[in-house]
């Protein structure tokens, strides 16, 4: 599959299945071979005491992000292991995550990602990982 509309429109549906994503509200921005771009806005329930978006709901928009880029190169992938690097609180209306593979493979599959928080029309880099996933066969 190399057209971008037909990549965004699968991992819609994909992410539609997972009622987490469905929750999270969360949208298929872009999507090409090797990449992915989700969007999310905020909602107070995804905030920890200080009203800042949960570290756990970063965590989740990383590793759903590089599944997503992994999946348009290997089909299904689970998560082995993956990290998150909390940069500053992440404030905003809304959040944006980029993820690309880094090194395909029949085995494992290296991704990164970075996370924006965009507060006020300013988007500001909040936090970035990465994660290593394995394809499976479903």
Not at 26 to 44: I, Y
Request: aromatic letters at 8%; hydrophobic letters at 40%.
């Amino acid at each position: 599959m190399n057209n971008t509309d037909e990549w965004q429109g699968k991992l819609q549906n994909i992410s539609r299945l997972a009622q987490f994503n469905t929750w999270l509200d969360l949208e298929v921005v872009s999507a090409t071979e090797g990449e992915v771009t989700l969007g999310m806005r905020w909602k107070k329930e995804m905030g920890q005491y200080n009203g800042f978006l949960h570290a756990g709901i970063q965590g989740a928009l990383i590793d759903t992000a590089c599944g997503f880029a992994a999946a348009t190169l290997s089909g299904n992938v689970l998560a082995s292991q993956f990290t998150v690097r909390c940069l500053r609180p992440a404030v905003g209306q809304s959040f944006r995550v980029v993820a690309r593979v880094l090194k395909p493979g029949r085995q494992q599959i290296f991704t990164t990602a970075e996370l924006y928080a965009t507060d006020g029309g300013e988007e500001k880099l909040v936090a970035t990982g990465d994660t290593l996933l394995v394809p499976v066969q479903t």
